[in-house]
């Protein structure tokens, strides 16, 4: 197997579950010193368990600057740089700008959004030339959903905050870029499976007609992370089954044999 993260240096938050478990397992196969931050404690320590001595796992609240800040304090001290970002943890959030509250719009933007700025803002100084941030981003952020007000706007602002870091750190040789997926098959989602007839919606939308599993996502991650990207930096990459490639119009063969007739 190709070893294409070799005594990398990767710090990946919201690691214990999901989009950043697999993409963990994934670096780990190939050869990365995996630190691995998640609010669970206990699903971090687990996972870190798995990966074996080269991993280790931080509780943090990505939310809070001071945690974040020890994070990377604590990646550093073990391993003295980070070489992969990968800002990963985010929570979802349901309801219109009426219905949500001023609490419930500030926790969203402060897990999905402001976790990613104070990473940056701590680790990029620790970060040596020929390394990579992969953002965690979303279809999310391409465009509105009913409901999804607050995570639109985090998951957007995500979007173009890449491309900012990724201008101003490309003479830092830092290259920074956005995975933006669809729909996938993790816990997020699991409370979705119990809506009748949503699921069965949801991938009737889907060209490629299934929600992704997450070792899909780590792939694109792990790409974006790689050598293989030497010359990749401000792109938003979207891994959704086609999902925006849509215009939402209705396929006409459904309604008429000859449409053209
Ligand atoms: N699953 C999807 O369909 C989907 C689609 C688009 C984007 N995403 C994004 O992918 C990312 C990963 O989500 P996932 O689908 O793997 O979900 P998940 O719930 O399996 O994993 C998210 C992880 O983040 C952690 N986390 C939550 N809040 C945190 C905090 N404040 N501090 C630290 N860790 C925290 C959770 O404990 C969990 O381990 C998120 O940013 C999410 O918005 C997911």
Known sequence: MTQRFNGKVALITG????????????????GALCVLADISEDGAKALAAELGDSAMAIACDVSKQSDVDAMVQAAVDRHGRIDILFNNAGIGSFGTSVELTAEAWETVIAVDLHSVFYACHAAIPHMPRGSAIVNTASISGLGGDYRFAAYNAAKGAVVNYTRALAVDHARDGIRVNALCPGLVDTPITAGFHDIPGLKEDWTRRIPMGRAAQPEEMAHVAAFLASEAASYVTGSIIVAD????????QPEIAQFADSPTE
């Open 241 to 248: 089954g086609g999902a925006t490639a849509h215009t939402g």
């Open 15 to 30: 690691a214990a579950s999901g989009i950043g478990a697999a993409t963990a397992r994934l670096f780990a196969s190939e």
